[in-house]
């Protein structure tokens, strides 16, 4: 056999050897591929946001696409500060330049973070599918915590409190994702500094994952921050609220007692990524610098959204599906426990064959709750109510008088996907 036949060795780390593609990412090449074919699909499954960038923050990356220097490894001072700023007038933290850190997105800040803090990873179910493959990458260890339906899916403080009793004094990072990805459910102000009174009882360490907080549907969001202030880590981000997902940046607000690990990820972060780009830096300056046009767009983006998720959850529970109250972000989760029967006789028995059928049936693209942590058998599903044209939609809001409501003759002309494709399931549902 010649050199050039021989077949190269290649060893996998067993920490990614059964890695496969973000379900998030597989779903929109899936649905993207689907598309090419000729089929029609709705797409469900990619949680992107419809919305442009606003164009004052697309104006501030023209005038800076310029910039070619490598930027501090932390991130621009001047966003640092901003971002400080805003943290101290929107969470009333005592916080400056000093404690935040810029990466080319939340994703990888987070992935920095559980790689120089040596502890258990906390995630309640469900959640964000990559918190746990980062976790299994590094070889930390994770910690499921169920969440019940009658708790709209959300962690509870007692749960928290016999996790960390159980084994007490071990370090652990808990993460909090609210609003919430997969469920849209926010957490009340009552459940917040409970959750934070037992965080600080065990010494726990939150990361608070706030990137749909500006998405909140009444503007509303309230940090955990405010009431763990010593514990905590902010996470956010251009990616939701600013629809910039592809300009990849994300921010981290540390408190000063946690300085050290702020300082040992910018260590990691000079050996691995060096700076995130630059020109997208200086437009996030004026992207969370805010103005009377970007708090427009917000309550704009807010409000769309939120009728599109009350009409999708209206047919949904016509139907007998259970669903959380929609209460930020862009997603629905779905439960089809009383169709179980029914599926079972068409040969479904799990939410990832309840996906797979639904799209080959009806076109419409989703993700299966075991993607987001929860049993095979449970017949939940992730729906992101996105698959719509922001900029259109955005522009047709801003004609309506200020407190008329948007109606679902609007939603049917800006919006069809998402109620034809709502349709599309409960009728397939009927016809079981």
Request: contains cysteine.
């Amino acid at each position: 056999m010649s050199k050039q036949n021989e077949k190269i060795n290649v060893s996998l780390n067993l920490n990614v050897r059964n890695l496969g593609t973000s379900a998030t990412l597989a779903i929109n090449e899936r649905s993207n591929q689907l598309i090419r074919e000729g089929k029609k699909v709705v797409k469900f499954g990619l949680g992107q946001s419809p919305f442009p960038v606003p164009p004052q923050v697309v104006e501030s990356l023209q005038k800076n696409a310029f910039q070619k220097d490598y930027l501090p490894v932390r991130g621009l001072y001047q966003l640092r500060e901003t971002i400080a700023r805003f943290n101290r007038k929107a969470h009333g933290l005592q916080c400056t330049a000093e404690d935040v850190i810029i990466g080319p997105g939340s994703k990888e800040l987070i992935f920095l973070l559980q790689m120089v803090y040596y502890g258990d990873l906390v995630i309640p179910t469900p959640s964000w599918v990559s918190y746990s493959p980062q976790a299994q990458i590094i070889g930390r260890p994770v910690t499921w915590v169920p969440t019940f339906e009658e708790d709209n899916w959300m962690l509870t403080p007692e749960k928290l409190d016999i996790i960390c009793r159980a084994d007490p004094g071990r370090p652990r990072i808990v993460i909090l994702n609210y609003p919430n990805n997969p469920t849209g459910a926010t957490y009340t102000l009552p459940r917040l500094k409970e959750i934070a009174a037992v965080a600080r009882r065990h010494k726990v360490i939150l990361i608070s994952d706030e990137i749909y907080g500006l998405l909140h549907h009444k503007g509303q969001h309230v940090s955990i921050s405010r009431f763990y202030p010593e514990g905590t880590i902010i996470s956010s981000g251009l990616s939701k609220w600013c629809g910039a997902g592809g300009w990849r940046l994300g921010t981290f607000t540390f408190p000063p007692e946690l300085r050290e690990l702020l300082d040992a990820m910018a260590a990691v972060a000079s050996e691995t990524y060096t700076a995130t780009s630059a020109p997208i830096q200086y437009a996030a300056i004026t992207a969370f610098e805010g103005s009377p046009e970007i708090d427009e767009y917000l309550r704009l983006s807010r409000k769309i959204l939120h009728a599109i998720a009350l009409a999708m959850v209206k047919r949904l529970r016509r139907t007998f599906v259970r669903v959380p109250d929609p209460e930020g972000g862009f997603y629905l989760f779905p439960n089809f426990e009383f169709y179980k029967q029914k599926l079972i006789e068409h040969d479904i028995y799990t939410s990832v064959e309840l996906c797979s059928r639904l799209l080959a049936d009806t076109g419409v693209a989703m993700l299966s709750g075991r993607d987001f942590g929860r049993q095979p058998e449970e017949l939940t599903v992730r729906m992101a109510y996105v698959d719509f044209d922001g900029t259109k939609a955005l522009a047709e809001a801003g004609k309506l008088n200020g407190t008329k409501e948007i109606t679902e003759t609007f939603l049917k002309k800006y919006c069809p996907n998402m109620i034809n494709g709502t349709n599309l399931i409960c009728d397939w549902l009927k016809n079981l």
